[in-house]
């Protein structure tokens, strides 16, 4: 029997999410699938469509086996924090084997190459090739992107040409920072990579006969359209009492951002030049779009800036190193039977009940479960505004649990 770990958002659960189940399934010969997924704020800055709880049984229905939260401290981070949180916490089950991905690229051996190669911190030229590009005014996305092209050069256009390639689409970049993110941890997981069908990331619209991304099925939901959804996930997402988005977070957002004004700088990814942006900005912006977009500059990207609003409403401070084991796993909901796999994990808290397991945890490892809890009662406050629906707070909360 073995276990394969998929860290996702499920923002929400689709066609394409199911497709990557079934062939991880099939590739590896695995019979239990572990999802580690963001609760109810995911990484490219803002709220999930959905709450965690809907994503959670969505997934269990259409194939996963165990669902897991992501702590909102890495939920709402860079791809690189993101991909280390999500490693962190398969690596922390004990019991999982493998860890899957969706990706561009779908070359494993590929996508190897460069995770070692940005794991290793013995690489003074391309570190100065990317000080050099960054002072030059380039986001750190791109920046990156050239160093490694430069980097790469030595192999010939052709080289240069699949370096652009694998680092200027989103997946691939994610699955880079896995294998960077267990290489550096010394997991025993095996990487295990999928090649992404239908849409890109980023596209809208139709696209024949391929899945849908996330993107557009976000965008069509807001007209009733369930269109890329399968069935059983179907039927949970439109029982949600409705759909968030970021602009319903705006008068909370500002207001931590004023009252946090002269201590920007401790917020995790918040850099002195972005404070300053921040400081300037809040007192004429009307809406969080509209200070998305007065904040943006040359080498801050948008995302990054919507993330950096968010920890600083969650009062996500700077780590000074990270967490190569969790001291708490939260289990939002599993499929009957799986549950024999928790008592397997041996570096880690698994909470199932929170009330209960709650009181297994103290000091640094409490505030850091109560961050959690205080980012998704934010998030169900706005959803009962939004909607005029009740729902319970987190420690009324049952364990999912699906035949």
């Not at 640094?364 to 009962?384: C, H, V």
Request: glycine content about 8%; hydrophobic content about 40%.
């Amino acid at each position: 029997m073995s276990v394969a770990g998929i860290i996702c958002e499920y923002n929400p659960f689709h066609e394409g999410h199911k497709y990557l189940i079934q062939k991880v399934k099939e590739t590896t010969g695995a019979d239990t699938i572990a999802a580690v997924m963001s609760g109810d704020f995911v990484q490219r800055g803002g709220p999930a469509a959905a709450d965690k709880y809907a994503r959670a049984k969505m997934a269990l229905l259409e194939g996963a086996d165990l669902v897991f939260e992501l702590p909102v401290r890495y939920a709402v981070s860079s791809a690189e924090d993101f991909a280390w949180g999500g490693i962190a916490a398969l690596k922390s089950l004990s019991f999982v084997d493998y860890y899957c991905f969706g990706c561009e690229s779908g070359d494993l051996e590929e996508l190897k190459r460069a995770g070692s190669f940005f794991a290793s911190e013995e690489q003074p030229e391309y570190q100065a090739r990317l000080a050099g590009e960054l002072r030059s005014g380039l986001p750190y996305p791109a920046a990156r992107e050239k160093a490694y092209q430069e980097a790469c050069s030595e192999g010939g256009s052709r080289e240069i040409s699949a370096a652009h390639a694998l680092l200027s689409s989103p997946n691939n970049i994610l699955a880079i920072e896995y294998i960077k993110a267990a290489e550096q941890m010394g997991s025993r997981m095996e990487p295990v990579a999928v090649r992404r069908q239908g849409m890109g990331y980023h596209e809208s619209g139709n696209c024949g006969d391929g899945y849908l991304s996330a993107t557009a099925i976000r965008a069509n939901m807001k007209s009733g359209d369930f269109s890329g959804i399968p069935a059983a996930a179907k039927e949970v997402l439109q029982r949600a009492p409705c759909f968030l988005e970021a602009e319903d977070f705006w008068q909370m957002c500002a207001y931590a951002l004023f009252s946090r004004r002269d201590r920007l700088e401790e917020v995790k990814d918040i850099s002195p030049e972005l404070a300053n942006r921040f400081r300037d900005c809040l007192y004429e912006a009307v809406s969080f779009h509209d200070f998305i977009n007065r904040c943006k500059t040359k080498n801050i990207t948008m995302a990054r800036i919507r993330r950096c609003v968010f920890q600083t409403l969650f009062g996500v401070g700077k780590m000074p190193e990270r967490e190569r084991k969790l001291p708490y796993i939260r289990l939002l909901g599993m499929r009957r039977g799986a549950e024999v796999y928790l008592k397997q994990a041996r570096e880690t808290v698994i909470l199932s009940r929170l009330l209960r397991d709650s009181k297994r945890l103290e000091g640094e490892a409490l505030q850091k479960l109560n961050q959690d809890i205080f980012a998704s009662d934010i998030y169900r406050s706005t959803m009962m505004s939004v909607s005029g629906a009740y729902a319970p707070d987190e420690f009324k909360r049952p364990l999912i649990v699906v035949q």
